[in-house]
């Protein structure tokens, strides 16, 4: 598992919520989004963050993006990646809201 250097801690302080949800993920620079779009599915989501899984393409711990997840009513909110992990083929990531 690749962590960030940032203060993110792996211990649990909010209740996950198991939801499979399209989510678009838009990378954040100096309060601005970008047009590039990554399309990801949520696996679960609480208070501090959500996870999400993906086919490899280019998310990196310590990028921050803007999350878009329609159905949970999540527009725009800032997250930043605070680890990643190969899963059955593909990828998994954990984000923490800013």
């Given at each position: 598992?690749?962590?960030?250097?940032g203060?993110?801690?792996?211990?649990?302080?909010?209740?996950?919520?198991?939801?499979?949800?399209?989510?678009?993920?838009?990378?954040a620079?100096?309060?601005?989004?970008?047009?590039?779009?990554?399309f990801?599915?949520?696996?679960?989501?609480?208070?501090?963050?959500?996870?999400?899984?993906?086919?490899?393409?280019?998310?990196?711990?310590?990028?921050?993006?803007?999350?878009?997840?329609?159905?949970?009513?999540?527009?725009?909110?800032?997250?930043?990646?605070?680890?990643?992990?190969?899963?059955?083929?593909?990828?998994?990531?954990?984000?923490?809201?800013?």
């Amino acid at each position: 598992m690749m962590i960030t250097d940032g203060e993110y801690s792996p211990v649990r302080r909010f209740v996950r919520i198991k939801e499979r949800k399209k989510c678009i993920l838009r990378r954040a620079q100096l309060n601005k989004e970008s047009i590039e779009a990554f399309f990801v599915e949520t696996f679960d989501y609480s208070r501090g963050g959500l996870g999400v899984l993906f086919d490899g393409e280019n998310l990196s711990p310590g990028s921050r993006y803007f999350v878009y997840i329609e159905p949970l009513n999540i527009i725009r909110k800032a997250a930043e990646i605070v680890w990643l992990k190969q899963f059955n083929g593909d990828y998994k990531a954990g984000l923490r809201w800013l």
